[in-house]
Nanobody, 120 residues
Framework: QAQLVESGGGLVQAGGSLRLSCAAS????????MGWFRQAPGKEREFVAA????????EYVDSVKGRFAISRDIAKDTVYLQMNSLKPEDTAVYYC?????????????WGQGTQVTVSS
């Protein structure tokens, strides 16, 4: 049974940094694409960033480009989201997800989420 477990959320002041982690287990993710999504109160879930496990190809939503960085540690089966220059509008529950191919729309597996709160 595939499992994704997020950690690293918390409360931070505007301008600060956080690093989220997503530990993957239960299957081989070496051909998968891993993504980070977020959902703020009253808003729809939105895509934040993705990384292709095999070659570290990445993609970002425009609002986080230059501030967030997604990476993966193959040895640890872990994906990270380094978030710098955080803004109050980054406040949301952040979810890790996995899909079997880069071009597939639907993600197959989801974590339980971790709360990120940015105070002004």
């Amino acid at each position: 049974q595939a499992q994704l477990v997020e950690s690293g959320g918390g409360l931070v002041q505007a301008g600060g940094s956080l690093r989220l982690s997503c530990a993957a287990s239960g299957r081989t993710f070496s051909t998968y694409t891993m993504g980070w999504f977020r959902q703020a109160p009253g808003k729809e879930r939105e895509f934040v960033a993705a990384i292709r496990w095999s070659d570290a190809n990445t993609e970002y939503v425009d609002s986080v480009k230059g501030r967030f960085a997604i990476s993966r540690d193959i040895a640890k089966d872990t994906v990270y989201l380094q978030m710098n220059s955080l803004k109050p509008e980054d406040t949301a529950v952040y979810y890790c997800a996995a899909k079997s191919t880069w071009y597939k729309q639907q993600y197959d597996y989801w974590g339980q989420g971790t709360q990120v709160t940015v105070s002004s």
